[in-house]
């Protein structure tokens, strides 16, 4: 399952470690936490026009312009829409299968 978080950028939410507001980035240890992210090339701003939230994976932050309210909706949605999906007969696992 993939979460839009901006541009042409869906991050699989397996991946995602926590969403931030920008707002957090006006203290000197955060500012210096990005300047490094930015350094190993682990920092990708999608619009650097418009930064509303920070989102954190295991391999790379992105400063997003889609605010943290909107992902957390985001979210809710792609959870309630698993629940609502079922799987066919011939995937539910039975003698004859070592899947699912």
Excluded at 2 to 23: E, K, P, S
Excluded at 79 to 95: A, G, K, R, W
């Amino acid at each position: 399952m993939y979460l839009h978080i901006g541009g042409d950028v869906a991050i699989h939410v397996d991946q995602l470690v926590g969403i931030f507001d920008w707002r957090i980035g006006e203290s000197a240890n955060t500012e210096s936490f990005f300047k490094n992210a930015y350094a190993d090339y682990s920092l990708e701003m999608i619009d650097a026009e418009d930064i509303k939230s920070v989102v954190v994976t295991f391999q790379k932050i992105y400063l997003s312009p889609v605010s943290v309210m909107t992902l957390k909706k985001r979210m809710f949605i792609l959870e309630d829409h698993l629940q609502d999906v079922s799987l066919p007969d011939e995937f539910i696992q039975n003698d004859s299968c070592d899947y699912i």
